[in-house]
């Protein structure tokens, strides 16, 4: 961390009140994308990634009122309501004093419906920077509570795995959402590979195709698949890792949407990647590894078989981000 850069407080901590603009009037935000579900751990887990960002830029009003704007050009939704940026604020302004709102400018790297958390980016972005501009008045646990509101615009549901190892930083349990109980979950250090299939899959879909109900029997193997993947990274135990890297719930259903990802699975563990699955809803593939090199030989299958399907692509090779949302000037 450099000396521009700022850590938040911690779950539970609290100021007594906002020191508005104490900390300037303008901050510069680093919003990571992150991986959601971590393959077993549908909701509840989730990681941080280095690459990509989204750059942001969140400016004290002297009013109550949140405006959004799209820095490039892309078509975000501009009625704060409506914005995975804007609602998460439209919730924190509601339990201030005063006239005191947001405006939030949207540089947008991470890509929307590519399952590497773009909406949870821009509303955890949103709400680590205003709360800067606050002089840290809300704890992380209240920020993880307000950017949820982004994922409701999103996806129609409120879940945290995303939104938590992006303000948190590292890999996160959620064990709750109602009440809020995060876990942060010590791990090894890590490579992770991505592969965006530029397809879009939208998060809303890929819920709405999920069974309701699951087998006693599947259940089982997932809950030991959990405990397992949680107690690999504790015990930095990258076999008991790899092993735990199974879905038998989610993934049989969402993996029809997504060319390729049979082999990419299996191409990739016979590379040496310790293993991976869908990232968050889809359509892009993680995968997990030991070392760079592996990393690197992993982005060199997912790239032959994608260039011989014939589907454009976007590949990152980076490691697991322990800060999470990061203020880089002010
Ligand atoms: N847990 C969520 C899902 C993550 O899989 O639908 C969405 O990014």
Avoid at 123 to 135: D, K
Avoid at 169 to 183: C, E, K, M, N, Q
Wanted: net charge negative.
């Amino acid at each position: 961390m450099n000396e521009n850069q700022h850590t938040i407080l911690a779950q539970g901590e609290k100021n007594n009140t906002p020191v508005v603009g104490a900390k300037g009037k303008l901050v510069k935000i680093l919003a990571p994308a992150t991986v959601a579900n971590l393959v077993c751990g549908f909701d509840v887990l989730g990681l941080c990634l280095h690459e990509p960002n989204d750059l942001m830029e969140i400016e004290l009003l002297e009013e109550k009122k949140i405006v959004i704007v799209s820095a490039d050009g892309y078509p975000l939704p501009l009625d704060p309501a409506q914005n995975t940026a804007g609602a998460p604020l439209v919730e924190m302004i509601s339990e201030l004093p005063g006239n005191i709102g947001f405006k939030v400018t949207i540089h947008k790297k991470i890509k929307p419906g590519s399952g590497i958390g773009s909406s949870a980016a821009s509303a955890a972005g949103a709400v680590v920077g205003a709360n800067y501009l606050l002089g840290d008045f809300f704890s992380k646990q209240d920020l993880v509570r307000f950017a949820m509101f982004g994922e409701k615009v999103a996806s129609g549901v409120k879940h945290a795995d995303n939104i938590a190892p992006c303000i948190y930083g590292g890999i996160t349990l959620i064990r709750s959402i109602h009440p809020l109980d995060i876990v942060p979950i010590p791990a090894p250090e890590l490579y992770v590979t991505i592969v965006h299939p530029q397809i879009e899959v939208r998060t809303s879909d890929a819920r709405q195709i999920l069974r309701k109900e699951v087998l006693l029997k599947d259940a089982i193997k997932q809950w030991g698949n959990i405990a397992g993947l949680v107690a690999g990274f504790i015990q930095k135990d990258l076999a008991l890792i790899g092993r735990s890297l199974e879905d038998v719930i989610i993934e049989p259903v969402r993996s029809i949407l997504i060319p390729g990802f049979d082999e990419v699975k299996l191409k990739c563990k016979e590379a040496g990647a310790l293993g991976g699955g869908i990232s968050g809803s889809g359509p892009s593939i993680f995968m997990l590894s030991k070392d760079e090199p592996t990393a690197i030989a992993v982005e060199g299958v997912m790239k032959e078989i994608y260039n011989r399907i014939g589907l454009a692509y976007h590949t990152y090779v980076t490691t697991i981000n322990q800060t999470g949302v990061t203020v880089i000037d002010n």
